[in-house]
């Protein structure tokens, strides 16, 4: 594996800028991006397509500068049809390649269902692991930027719940970096979710140990806890992980102490991180855009109640999006979990 | 910062060419999306044409009553380093906005 420095990577960006310690502070887009850079460069088998993701650099500025830094044959425009997208990310692989798709938009992904369930996630499956599929589908997620229909919804509870599939959804530009990383670098296809609203968020993304020489490759499936706290944790992904932690500032002035935990990888959930956590606070909370029912917290909540019954004060509380389809712009603020709705689960728990 | 240029898109009914009628920016001037771009006058009719992109105008390829023909190039933009084309980030006006009140649990 050639270990090529982040602050290399994002020379071409003109605004990264290097931090102590060698981390360099970019934007979730930027980090994106240099590990994009990362994944062409160190294997000649990745390919980068999708809508608009060549030419254009797109919609988002994600993969601005591959085309002309690796050329067509590497990344390249595709027709619009999500389908022949996967269906050719599918074959790829088949024949030794390490496809990077990008699906343009969450509702977008509908019309690509059909190859990641029936092809994608069951291939090296059906033939008895004699075909692997190391295809990590980018999938701009979650709500948040006031778009149209078809721009704003959460598909984690559906990809999760595909027998083959990992899923995972970064909340910071050095998770985005790393995380993209880890699942192209993996044999296995990955539904790899990135949270729109935070693209334009910065934050340092600095060197990991799994890049260092003889370093240890961070296991897939590792949560992260993002702030430590005794009296009720809260567990998150993506967009919601910072409406967590603002949720956290916000008790910390009436004196509660909350834990957040960012999931990070959604399949598989890392259920000895929750147990532990909710071990030592022994209430939880999980929030997140998608609607309530059957939604992915849920599972946390089933996972979290079978490892850690006898510890919990009170039941697992869930503060989600509501079961409506994914609201126009205006109503977002109506529709995703806000300071109060949080709070008012963490009390919950607290006066069970 | 990454260039984009803007070519004289097809202005249906079988037009082919348009002349330049006014500018509404000139170079240095930055322009947001779907903002008054350029004025054409056609065979038909004159038409707005608004920018595609939001970004600094660094060149005009055309000047005002000169022709140009579908597919020229009109304009040449700096876009902005982290401009989206959809959707746009609210400013989060509602981060510290609460009005529940927590009761930390007697220990």
Redesign the interface.
Known sequence: MTVTPVNAECAS???AHEEPGGAVEM?M?EAINSALHTALREDPRTLVFGEDVGRL?G???VT?GLWHTFGEDRVFDTPISESAIIGAAVGLAMNGFRPIPELQ?DGFAYPAVDQIVNQLARMHYRTRGAVTMPVTVRLPSFG????PEH?GESLEALFAHVPGLTVVAPSTPHDAHHLLLRSVRTDDPVIYLEP??R??DRGPVGRRNDEAPGGTVEPIGASRVVRAGR?ATLIAWGAMVRRCL?VA???AE???ELEVIDLRWLKPIDADGLAASVARTRRAVVVHEAPLTAGLGAEVAALVTERAFRDLAAPVQRVTGYDVPYPA?PLE?RYLP???RV??A??RT??Y | ??ERTFTLPDLGEGLVEARVLEWRVAPGDRVGRNEPLVELETAKSAVEIPSPHAGVVTRLHVEEDQLVRVGDTLVTFD?E??????????EEA????????????EE
């Open positions: 960006t003109g605004s934007s887009r650099g919609v988002f500025r601005d938009f948040g930027i006031r778009a721009h729109k609203a693209y334009w009296h603002q500032d916000l008790a009436d004196g509660v712009g603020p806000t300071n109060d709070l008012l963490v009390q607290l006066e | 910062m990454t876009l380093r982290d401009s989206g084309i959809v959707g746009t980030v609210p509602e981060r510290t906005e609460r009005r529940v009140r927590l009761r930390p649990p």
